[in-house]
């Protein structure tokens, strides 16, 4: 006959053991959206800095422009780039973070003026680039933390 204290005892360790394997499932699933993302991120990366760097070429207005376009793109490219590179390295402090997509943004910006390919340094991009790329780290954050 077993005690109440004797299966309060089992059924803890049976939460405990649960906790254990959730925990370890979660550590696995994040490393293998690390490792997706780990592909991922160079083609896109090598992808963004051709498009960011290629020659410019005259706009045809079609249906779908609008005016401030070209920041809108900014944002979402960099909020894809965010999320990649975050993904890539869910390790990685803040701090280093935003240094390095901040410093590729500044780049693109600085070649695209000195290339004389067409292109413009704009600051605006840069704000842009920033923006995206914060909303794609807090995107990735709030993703993780709703389903891991």
Not at 24 to 34: E, G, P, Y
Not at 118 to 131: F, H, K, N, P, Q
């Amino acid at each position: 006959m077993e005690t109440v204290g004797s299966s309060n005892w089992k059924l803890l360790m049976v939460q405990i053991s649960l906790s254990c394997f959730l925990q370890k499932n979660t550590r696995l699933s994040l490393d293998n959206i690390s490792k997706i993302f780990s592909k991922i991120l160079p083609i896109y990366w090598a992808f963004l800095t051709y498009m960011l760097l290629k020659p410019g070429e005259e706009n045809h207005e079609y249906w779908f422009m609008f005016n401030g376009i070209d920041k809108f793109l900014h944002v979402s490219i960099f909020a894809m780039l965010g999320f990649c590179f975050i993904s890539t390295f869910p390790k990685i402090k803040f701090l280093y973070f935003f240094q390095i997509i901040l410093i590729y943004a500044f780049l693109t910006e600085i070649l695209q003026e000195e290339m004389k390919l067409g292109r413009s340094m704009e600051t605006l991009d840069i704000v842009a680039d920033t923006i995206g790329c914060l909303m794609g780290y807090y995107i990735y954050k709030a993703l993780i933390k709703r389903y891991f």
